[in-house]
């Protein structure tokens, strides 16, 4: 699975069609291990936000962490995905709802490594061009990532 990630900033086309077969379960498990990780990336920013501001203690900066990242961002993961699926059916590049969220995933998960950067970067150094620069590239790998597989998994009709 770590060399199917790392693949995926490379060759992200190729990798995704080659996890078209997976089954909707494991597309779940996909969608939360990222979940998990955007959550472990997020602490040490909270950490730091904390120490800085103690009128919010760190159990409820994590507490309403976790309720965004693991309870809410996957019904938004699932509705963006359909969304895009809707979306696509008024150009030529058709992409079924499976096919949309394997994208869309498959992305969140294989940009991780970059979201775990950009984690210790705000816990260690704290609002500034550093934190910016590996943010924006992981927002950058993650839209590179899910417009690839959405071209790897779209029909044209």
């Known amino acids: ?12 086309r ?8 997976m089954p909707d379960r494991v ?5 939360m291990l990222a979940m998990l990780i955007t959550l472990v990336a997020q602490a040490p920013g909270h950490a730091r936000a904390a120490q800085l501001d103690p009128s919010i203690p760190l159990d409820a900066r994590i507490g309403g962490a976790v309720l965004g990242t693991i309870f809410m961002m996957p019904l938004l993961a699932y509705g963006v995905a359909a969304l895009v699926s809707v979306l696509t059916r008024v150009t030529s590049w058709r992409v079924g709802p499976r096919d949309s969220r394997l994208a869309l995933f498959w992305a969140l998960l ?4 970059a979201t775990l950067l950009a984690g210790l970067v705000a816990g260690m150094i704290g609002p500034g ?17 899910w417009c690839a597989g959405i071209a790897a998994l779209a029909r044209r009709s």
Not at 14 to 21: D, H, I, K
Not at 131 to 144: D, E, N, P, V
């Open 1 to 12: 699975m770590a060399q199917r990630v790392l693949r995926s900033w490379w060759t992200p």
């Open 14 to 21: 190729q990798v995704v069609r080659g996890l078209s077969g």
């Open 27 to 31: 597309l779940l498990i996909v969608l």
């Open 110 to 113: 294989a940009a991780s490594p």
């Open 129 to 145: 061009p550093e934190l910016t620069l590996t943010r924006s590239i992981a927002g950058a790998g993650f839209l590179f990532i």
